[in-house]
């Protein structure tokens, strides 16, 4: 009876115990997917970022790159390797499911084209050669048409011509590659143009600055959606001990 | 009579001057290549770093990228990226030419394979599963059978693991991704492994910390090859105002 009462004195403790314990796997990359951690950090196996388990059985946040002849590498490599430490499931898409040239260097073959890609939570443009993009209907066409099923529009560099020419910059404020400043402030008047700031978060739609800037904003991204301490995890994985959490800039809409 | 001795007194100002203004023009890139500048900086069409008209007569400095499935996208995108804005002809290699998946996301079809691919003053190898490519028997053949017409060797994060096992970084002071660091000492035990070091240079062998540390060796190979006013230039295209000069460290060899 005396062992009776001490487990039912106790239970609630242990229970509670067992509830506030979480877990955290390595996301599933097919190497060390059994491995169970009991702390928040990197898997000892891969070096993978761990999440939690709990989170697993939640749809991935999905990001879909969009991606063209000329795309600099640097612009969509940056958001890339942060989402993907961040546990996002991004795919590449372009106009064509054909290879393309990113910096007159790296022949890369997309996921798919315009034609087949499934819906994203994030749709995102990256600066370079975007001119050609900015001006073909049927790429303002295919991103009208995500209006309903994406939560976020992330632009880096000048990937923000292509937003503007899509409309989805009127009434936001915005930033982009240094020397085009004035440029984007002439290609949409109905933007407010800011220089020096490394991202702007309007809530729906995410500008950066030139190349490099496309780390800090993808960092945000991940810090708003996953918590800040998920976006140091991140930073300090790809030892980008130079993240600077919220040097950029948030609009509040009213 | 006057006029020809006016000519003759001044005749060697005009030719100093011509040859001290020093032309600069844009990387052919097929766009803008007639413009003529006549102080560093960038083009005004395109936005690419002006090269030296001089230089041009040189050959370029070629700097050959080993991929292969699983490498790391940051690794070697961000050196990419430096590397391309400083004028340096940049090519890609993989064991084979077909395609690859660079961090389960990317799909890269290389420009040669190793049996194909031309000499280039830099070798670079990047992290991430990069064990495959350590043990390979043909991969270290073909990196041996480089050694006279390489310069530089390169590598960031567990790229060091590849040269590591081809023998380059034996006697040589060393750095990889953080976690990693205890591995290398135990892969290369005549290399000294140094942690918390963004690159260091020994000569000829440069290896750099983990994933996003590879933009900040690229940048100090710029400076040491083209001087930090060139690698200065590159860091301001890019945005990358957390460049911080001298942030790695150069071992001086007996």
């Given amino acids: 009876m005396k062992q009776l009462l001490f487990l039912f004195l106790y239970l609630p403790v242990i229970s509670f115990a067992q509830k506030s314990l979480p877990t955290y796997v390595c996301p599933p990359c097919g190497a060390c997917d059994t491995l169970v951690f009991h702390q928040p950090g ?21 990001v879909c790159f969009y991606l063209y002849d000329g795309v600099e590498v640097l612009d969509f490599a940056g958001p890339m390797e942060v989402f993907a430490h961040a546990g996002f499931k991004v795919f590449t898409v372009a106009k064509k499911k054909a290879p393309l040239v990113s910096q007159r260097i790296l022949t890369i073959v997309p996921d798919y084209s315009i034609k087949n890609a499934p819906p994203a939570n994030i749709l995102a443009f990256f600066g370079g050669d975007e001119e050609a993009s900015a001006n073909d209907p049927e790429v303002m066409a295919w991103i009208h048409s995500r209006d309903k099923v994406t939560d976020t529009y992330f632009s880096v560099c000048t990937g923000a011509f292509i ?77 980008y001990d130079k993240y600077v959490p919220g040097q950029g800039m948030v609009v509040a809409h009213p």
């Fill in 42 to 62: 990197v898997c000892t196996a891969c070096g993978m970022l761990l999440v939690n388990k709990d989170s697993l059985d939640k749809p991935a946040t999905t």
């Fill in 163 to 239: 937003l503007g020419r899509a409309g989805l910059l009127d009434n936001q404020t915005v930033t982009t590659f240094h020397s085009r400043i004035a440029d984007l402030q002439r290609a949409v008047p109905k933007a407010k143009v800011l220089e020096k700031v490394r991202y702007i978060d309007n809530g729906r739609v995410i500008t950066t600055a030139g190349i490099s800037a496309g780390i800090d904003g993808a960092l945000h991204l991940v810090a708003k959606l996953r918590g800040e301490e998920v976006a140091a995890l991140v930073a300090k994985q790809m030892e």
